[in-house]
């Protein structure tokens, strides 16, 4: 695999540095081509400017300066005419030797102006200059900036007697440039030799601009001569730019074309990021493909790693509700198994009250049957679909009945202390589940302290605000009864806290714990609508705090102990529907010894087919709701239908869809949960029976 990212890393690489090259190429070939198509432009202008120069001179050839002033309104539309046929130029002015204007083509009559200051005047006192380009300057009479060409004028003696000026705004110049290279990543210029910027695009901020002699363009023209090539930073926009400059004929300006440096850049990377996006896709595959092949073959030679690396697989990338979904589907199955085994282990413990040997060794297994019946359990809880009975209780009975049982089997090692706000909120809760809840934290508070410690179990109440409940998911701001259970152990770094709550996850050794008890709590708290912290520091102890919502309820339910007595039928008929031959024989004959008439039925309509015969005199069905075909919820509300009056007892291993809404069971529904007691199936059934009695 490392060889495959870094054969792919080295051909894109490769493949980068090649496309860079042709990126770089093809911006110097970008700038050349855009550059000869503005020097191009350029010397269109100049050679348009000397075609006045020329129309002018033919003029002044034939008449003096006082003649030219005396004819002024007809030269001014002669000029206007010429410039009109140069729409890249202003305006053309004839100015005598002290530098004032005989004649314009922009005015009539021709302003009473000295120019003799203008550089382009002073520049033609030298009887050696020709056409001479001025810098940008401000019109006298108002208008935009501009820069004037001059060139001397001879009257019919041939003599100089004055200079002409032709008019060009920059803008001529810096609107062709525009359709050269969009936005800031071009730019063209005309650049006299000694630096000053006659026209720009994109357009400078300030319109004089004159570069120094430590500029990139006065070094690079004074080291490569009339063309040039090189990078820098632009002494006009900052912007490091790509240059290629090239020096008109004739004229002592250059024409200079450029590009971005980070616009080659932004190129180059746009075209990697579409190979990453095409490549990286294929690379992953490729990538996946090999790690299958090596881990199938790490299987067939190792069969250690491979199931360790099976169960790191699941243990990160298995969720909540996946794991849910598997507890779920064996649920039902597995409780209908131990319910066999449970239900004949206890008819043995019944049966041989005289033989001590087989007592002691059915009661061993009933055991281990009664703990494998809470792993489902807690499979069930932490995957949120532990069927509960919520009551409005009193935190405090609960605490009451667990601290009893706390003192005797956490030893003696463990000091515990409760405290109890008064005037608790009541909640609406499953006694039980809280009960075995605050168990699990008080067993996983006693084996952080294996030298002993303080274990504090405190109730009181707390309203959550919006603030607090907005980082936690479907928790409501509002009333919250808050059991906060404290340990001074060894706690946590925050690498094993942020994995607490994962299924299976524990930092106890092999044997030592299932990593299914945080999770339990953690599930049948949020299946309540509350919410679990944590807060844990390594040498600190550890703080787990559980939110129950308030109940709307004014009083709470008094909570009893489970009863072990059996209690006895008086000759009813009870319907028990169940599609598994072993718990539909255990379930009868427990039934038959309790006092109980019974019917079996192995499916849904051999059961109605009872039920729709009124000799028969059934006042209880029992029938599980997980069955092939029609279910049982399905067979109730049939049943119900011909016999309003009929009492209906459910059970299940696993009632996630049919008889439970939320975690909840739905109202009215009375549900066992397999594997079935003995004394709890008798307690419901004579709750039932008895409560139809006296109703009846």
């Keep these: ?53 020329a129309s002018v001179e033919g003029i002044t050839r034939k008449q003096s300066s006082e003649s030219l002033k005396a004819d002024q309104e007809h030269l001014h539309e002669a000029l206007e005419e010429m410039i009109g046929k140069a729409p890249d130029l202003r305006a053309i002015w004839l100015f005598d030797r002290s530098g004032r204007p005989l004649v314009t083509s922009s005015v009539f009559p021709a302003p009473d102006l000295n120019n003799s200051d203008r550089d382009y005047f002073i520049a033609q006192q030298d009887p050696g200059t020709g056409t001479f380009i001025g810098k940008i300057l401000i019109p006298k009479i108002g208008g935009p900036a501009f820069f004037s060409v001059s060139k001397k004028w001879h009257d019919q003696t041939g003599a100089v007697a004055g200079i002409s000026a032709v008019v060009v705004p920059p803008s001529a110049f810096e609107k062709f440039f525009a359709t050269l290279g969009a936005g800031a990543s071009a730019s063209h210029a005309i650049i006299r030799e000694d630096g000053v910027v006659l026209a720009r695009y994109p357009v400078p901020a300030a319109p004089d601009i004159v570069l120094s002699e430590n500029t990139g363009f006065r070094r690079a023209t004074a080291a490569q001569g009339r063309t040039a090539k090189y990078t820098t930073v632009s002494a006009v926009d900052g912007l490091k730019r790509r240059f290629e400059v090239r020096h008109l004929a004739n004229l002592p300006i250059y024409v200079t074309s450029s590009l971005e440096v980070m616009s080659i850049w932004r190129e180059w990377s746009q075209w990697l990021l579409i190979q990453l996006a095409f490549g990286a896709p294929t690379l992953g595959l490729i990538l996946w493909l090999e790690y299958l092949a090596l881990r199938r073959t790490n299987q067939f030679y190792a069969e250690v790693r491979r199931r360790q690396s099976a169960e790191a697989v699941v243990r990160q990338s298995q969720k909540l509700e996946a794991i849910g979904q598997l507890t779920g589907g064996i649920a039902h199955d597995f409780n209908n198994l131990l319910s066999i085994v449970m239900g004949n282990l206890e008819a043995i413990v019944r049966r041989t009250t005289e033989d001590e040997k087989t007592q002691r060794q059915a009661r061993n297994a009933l055991s281990g049957a009664e703990r494998a019946a809470q792993l489902v359990r807690r499979l069930l809880a932490f995957s949120r679909r532990q069927p509960l009975d919520p009551k409005p209780i009193d935190v405090s009975q609960v605490l009451t ?10 030893g003696e090692k463990i000091h515990i202390d409760t405290f109890r706000a008064p005037d608790l909120w009541i909640t609406d809760v499953d006694p039980v589940e809280l009960e075995a809840a605050i168990i699990n934290l008080a067993i996983n508070a006693r ?84 919410h679990v912290v944590i807060d844990s520091r390594v040498g600190k102890g550890t703080t787990v705090k559980l939110y129950l919502p308030r109940s709307k309820a004014t009083s709470p339910v008094l909570l009893e102990d489970p009863s072990r007595e059996i209690l006895r039928g ?16 255990h ?38 709701i997980v069955m092939p075909g029609m279910n049982g919820r399905q067979l109730a509300e049939r049943a119900l239908a011909g016999r309003p009056g009929l ?50």
């Design 447 to 530: 084996d952080a302290m294996p030298r002993g410690g303080r274990l504090t179990i405190e109730a009181r109440n707390v309203a959550l605000d919006a603030d607090f409940c907005a980082n936690v998911e479907s928790l409501a701001p509002g009333e919250y009864v808050v059991i906060s259970v404290a340990d001074e152990g060894t706690g946590m770094n925050p690498e094993v806290l942020e994995r607490v709550f994962e299924p299976f996850f524990t930092t106890k050794g092999p044997g030592a714990g299932s990593g299914l008890g945080l999770s339990q709590v953690y599930g049948f708290i949020r299946q309540s609508a509350g």
């Design 1 to 53: 695999m490392a060889a495959t990212v870094l054969g792919a890393l080295f051909v894109l690489s490769v493949a980068s540095l090649e496309h860079y090259r042709f990126v770089s190429t093809s911006a110097n070939e970008r700038i050349s081509r855009s550059l000869d198509i503005a020097v191009e432009h350029t010397n269109k202008v100049f050679e348009e400017i000397e075609i006045l120069f």
């Design 587 to 624: 379930l009868s004959e427990l039934l038959g010894e309790m006092g109980y008439s019974v019917l079996v039925a192995e499916h849904a309509e051999k059961a109605l087919e009872f039920i729709g015969d009124r000799a028969l005199g059934i006042d209880l069905l029992l029938t599980d």
């Design 570 to 585: 008086r000759g009813e008929t009870i319907l028990i529907v169940e599609d598994d031959r072993g718990v539909r024989e």
């Design 401 to 410: 009945q667990v601290a009893g049982l706390l003192i005797r089997s956490l």
């Design 647 to 696: 009492q209906v007892l459910f059970m299940t291993g696993y009632a996630r869809d049919a008889m439970i809404h939320q975690g909840r069971l739905e109202r009215g529904v009375i549900l066992i949960q397999k594997p079935i007691s003995p004394p709890e199936l008798s307690s419901r059934l004579r709750s039932m029976l008895d409560s139809h009695r006296i109703h009846a």
